[in-house]
């Protein structure tokens, strides 16, 4: 009995030592966006594109079908982040992404870029983040062989889904 809830104790050490391993790459991926060299034209371009996407998003309907449509859109993303392998590739992915909009914002001018970190900014952040770990924790377990709770991840899935229908329904409200 000892030594099986050792190890479940050591496998949340480990998810934990990797949820800051995940926050720490991500800030870096971000800032690696952000210190991107973006033309005028390039930085208008991506802006222009995310204000249509954001355009199209509050024409389809009122706030609550916002917010699903918002939760459909991000939870595949979401899902697809906690693969092993696959899941720390694209999350460092979309946040040098959103470092190089936060750069585009600023050379095109705009009051957003020099906004600080919004709620559902840091939720998302938050999230992504676990799903980060909990891939890096997947990985581990497949590389080692070695037996792992399904339970455990898919309690993880749960929180990070609920969190996304919060963000989802912050964001649709302040859309």
Do not use: H
């Not at 705009?110 to 676990?130: C, F, H, N, Q």
């Not at 309690?155 to 996304?164: C, G, K, P, R």
């Amino acid at each position: 009995m000892y030594s099986a809830s050792r190890s479940v104790l050591s496998g949340w050490r480990l998810r934990a030592v990797l949820a800051v391993v995940a926050v720490a790459m991500l800030t870096l991926s971000s800032y690696l966006g952000y210190v991107q060299e973006l033309s005028a034209e390039d930085a208008q371009e991506l802006v222009r594109a995310i204000e249509e996407a954001e355009k199209e998003l509050i024409s389809s309907g009122s706030a609550p079908e916002v917010a699903l449509r918002l939760f459909t859109l991000e939870a595949p993303v979401l899902l697809t982040c906690n693969l092993p392998g696959v899941g720390p590739a694209l999350a460092v992915y979309l946040t040098y992404e959103a470092g190089r909009y936060a750069k585009a914002l600023e050379v095109v001018g705009s009051t957003e870029a020099y906004e600080p970190l919004g709620l559902s900014d840091a939720i998302r952040l938050t999230v992504l983040s676990v799903a980060f770990a909990e891939s890096m924790y997947l990985t581990a377990v497949l590389l080692r062989r070695e037996r792992w709770e399904a339970l455990e991840t898919a309690a993880l899935v749960v929180l990070e889904l609920s969190l996304i229908a919060l963000v989802s329904a912050i964001e649709a409200t302040s859309l």
